[in-house]
């Protein structure tokens, strides 16, 4: 359950939580053309409390409304203003935000025509996505029998809603299964991503390696975690890579805003590595919490400190 708040940010107005409604016939609750954000902001080492990454975030959902021809009707300047100013209205030193952009009431039928763009931004807490012992001890995860987007039947570089419904697909069969999270592959075979993350494997040569985007979300943790990788000394690829060498690979770890980095410890009833989180994965868990907190202060760029 997500945890009520005092309010709502809705088309430029904060409005207490419960009355942040739509009508049974919003156009994005038929057909799924909305947009939308996932951004966590952290309690740093410091005292303050920051964003992380919110001009690129804001900035993304602002190029998915474009992308979908669906114009975001703010900027992504406002976007983050309004971020700003609904976890200072909740007093949220720490939270997970979630900005929406969807088509509302008024016509029906697949061409949005006319109707309104309406705009919400929600925060609340949220602690581990996948489990209390995911980021400590590591998930396992299903090959999933629903592949993953085209680059031409969905737009993968939008954070479009209705491209969630072939993941809500894949995460249910695999947790009825009894695993933690799904795996899917692209249309030509090729590992893509998990329902709700970017992946890597540590290559035997000792590299990172992750899918490139095609089939895949541009993850803002994903590019996080390379950058940091490669000041790290590590090598990135960014290349195709098959199921097989998943499962030998020594080690393999999940990227994303609600995930942040959740090592892998098995793929298809195969245990990855030693079966249990990598060292490679921990060490650079460690460094992203590091620099979400603010304790690294190499990349504070991407830190949005904000008064609670
Ligand atoms: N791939 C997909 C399909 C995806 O949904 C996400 C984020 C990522 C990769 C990683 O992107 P980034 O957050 O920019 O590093 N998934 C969001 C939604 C999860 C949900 O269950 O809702 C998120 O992590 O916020």
């Not at 996932?38 to 992380?52: L, P, T």
């Not at 952009?101 to 006319?114: D, L, Q, S």
């Not at 790290?232 to 980095?261: C, K, S």
């Amino acid at each position: 359950m997500v945890q009520e708040n005092a309010k709502i940010w809705f088309n430029g107005k904060l409005v207490p939580w419960g009355e942040a409604n739509v009508h049974v016939l919003t156009h994005a609750l038929h057909y799924g053309t909305a947009v939308f954000e996932g951004i966590r902001a952290y309690k740093c080492v410091d005292g303050r409390s920051a964003v992380f990454r919110l001009k690129e975030h804001a900035e993304r959902l602002v190029e998915s409304g474009k992308i979908l021809g669906l114009p975001v009707p703010y900027s992504s300047e406002e976007i983050a203003d309004a971020i700003i100013e609904t976890l200072q209205a909740n007093k949220l030193d720490a939270a997970y935000i979630r900005p929406l952009v969807f088509v509302g009431e008024g016509g029906m039928g697949v061409h949005p025509g006319k109707n309104p763009m309406h705009t919400c931004i929600a925060a609340w807490e949220w602690g581990a996505y996948l489990g209390e012992d995911a980021l400590a001890k590591g998930i396992r995860i299903k090959t999933s029998t629903f592949t993953r987007h085209h680059v031409n039947i969905m737009m993968t570089k939008a954070k479009a809603s209705g491209n969630y419904v072939n993941s809500v697909l894949a995460k249910m069969e695999a947790v009825a299964d009894g695993y933690d999270e799904a795996m899917m592959l692209d249309p030509d075979g090729y590992v893509s991503e998990g329902s709700g993350e970017n992946l890597f494997i540590v290559t035997k040569s000792g590299a990172l390696k992750t899918a490139p985007l095609t089939s895949v979300l541009a993850g803002i943790t994903r590019d996080s975690v390379m950058t940091m990788a490669r000041d790290m000394g590590y090598e990135v690829l960014e290349q195709r890579f098959t199921r097989d060498e998943l499962y030998t690979a020594p080690e393999a770890f999940f990227t994303g805003t609600a995930a942040e980095l959740t090592p892998i410890r098995e793929c298809d009833n195969r245990v990855i590595g030693k079966g249990k989180a990598g060292e490679v994965a921990l060490n650079l868990q460690k460094e992203f919490f590091n620099v979400v907190t603010g304790a690294n202060p190499k990349y504070s760029d991407w830190l949005h400190y904000y008064e609670v």
